[in-house]
């Protein structure tokens, strides 16, 4: 099993930022992709980014590129998500997750995305 516990969500206003952090633990088999999805009330998650653990190879969705960072930190076993310049429409609770397959682990069906944290809030007002 792998147990992912996301941090580092908040409030801030538009074009602010924030940093969101996800710590890894457990196995490593399963988890060759890590990434973040987003939810809004009423909606489906969202992939936002992802980032393979061989290389850092990195996938962002056209809403947040330019302004979104996924990095990892392979001895802390911690995956970062750098929010820059964001806007009230990025508000949502922000979940950590990962899977086998790159970038696919944050298309978050049951068979692309293994594992999730429990969630992350951020709020950006305008």
């Known amino acids: 099993q792998v147990q992912l516990l996301e941090s580092g969500g908040g409030s801030v206003q538009a074009g602010g930022s924030l940093r969101l952090s996800c710590a890894i633990s457990?196995?490593?088999?399963?988890?060759?992709?890590v990434g973040w999805m987003r939810q809004v009330p009423g909606y489906g998650r969202e992939g936002v980014a992802a980032?393979?653990?061989?290389?850092?190879?990195?996938h962002y969705v056209d809403s947040v590129k330019g302004r979104f960072t996924i990095s990892q930190d392979n001895a802390k076993n911690t995956v970062y998500l750098e929010m820059n310049t964001l806007k009230p429409e990025d508000t949502a609770m922000y979940y950590c997750?990962?899977?086998?397959?790159?970038?696919?682990?944050?298309?978050?069906?049951?068979?692309?995305?293994?594992?999730w944290g429990q969630g992350t809030q951020v709020t950006v007002s305008s």
């Open positions: 980032i393979y653990s061989g290389d850092g190879q990195t």
């Open positions: 997750a990962a899977g086998p397959a790159f970038p696919l682990c944050i298309v978050g069906t049951s068979t692309t995305t293994h594992y």
């Open positions: 457990g196995a490593t088999n399963g988890r060759n992709c």
